[in-house]
T-cell receptor
Framework: DTEVTQTPKHLVMGMTNKKSLKCEQH?????MYWYKQKAKKPPELMFV???????INESVPSRFSPECPNSSLLNLHLHALQPEDSALYLC???????????FGEGSWLTVV | GENVEQHPSTLSVQEGDSAVIKCTYS??????FPWYKQELGKRPQLIID?????GEKKDQRIAVTLNKTAKHFSLHITETQPEDSAVYFC?????????????FGSGTRLQVQP
């Protein structure tokens, strides 16, 4: 089973709202990722958690706040976003950092 | 860090023809090279990968070749079918060290004309 589950699938939020994206995997993977993907572009790495510790933060603005409550869960807290943050947000996991990553179906975020 | 360049950005072939997509990488320490296929509105899905101790790998109509000396790797799709139409991304990483995550190429939009 190579399933990474993301919720919600679609989210529309205002610039003053606070919302969260959630991700779950039960494959025993110890690395989890958040990627952002704009239309016609490759996935762009935002954060990596390895063994529940933040391993990589690709200079992401503080309006995006990741959280890894346990080895199976990964959240992305959103606050005071801008319209240009509208994108597909992909969660992914891998056995360990640098190995094959498996993507979730993504959360389509629209900031209005 | 790693830099992965991918060519061409778009590729149109007739059904039944072969398609080749090429990538180069900059970090000689990279040792893992997966390829992902992304259909419109869907997630990227792994289709094949290769590790640096292997020069070629095949899976039915798909093959990947790796030239470590030249630091490039290629995806070959034979007997293309309309369902092969998608965006393909190459990627590179250093496996199992925790030093970095996958670095993706810019993508190739493949269109297979029936």
């Amino acid at each position: 089973d190579t399933e990474v589950t993301q919720t919600p699938k679609h989210l529309v939020m205002g610039m003053t709202n606070k919302k969260s994206l959630k991700c779950e995997q039960h494959m025993g993977h110890r690395a989890m990722y958040w990627y952002k993907q704009k239309a016609k572009k490759p996935p762009e790495l935002m954060f990596v958690y390895s063994y529940e510790k933040l391993s990589i933060n690709e200079s992401v603005p503080s309006r995006f706040s990741p959280e890894c409550p346990n080895s199976s869960l990964l959240n992305l807290h959103l606050h005071a976003l801008q319209p240009e943050d509208s994108a597909l947000y992909l969660c992914a996991s891998s056995l360990s950092q640098g190995n094959t990553i498996y993507f979730g179906e993504g959360s389509w975020l629209t900031v209005v | 860090g790693e830099n992965v360049e991918q060519h061409p950005s778009t590729l149109s072939v007739q059904e039944g023809d072969s398609a080749v997509i090429k990538c180069t990488y900059s970090d000689s320490a990279s040792n893992y090279f997966p390829w992902y296929k992304q259909e419109l509105g869907k997630r990227p899905q792994l289709i094949i990968d290769i590790r640096s101790n292997v020069g070629e790998k095949k899976d039915q109509r798909i093959a990947v070749t790796l030239n470590k000396t030249a630091k490039h790797f290629s995806l070959h799709i034979t007997e293309t079918q309309p369902e092969d139409s998608a965006v393909y991304f190459c990627a590179a990483s250093i496996q199992d060290t925790g030093r970095r995550a996958l670095t993706f190429g810019s993508g190739t939009r493949l269109q297979v004309q029936p």
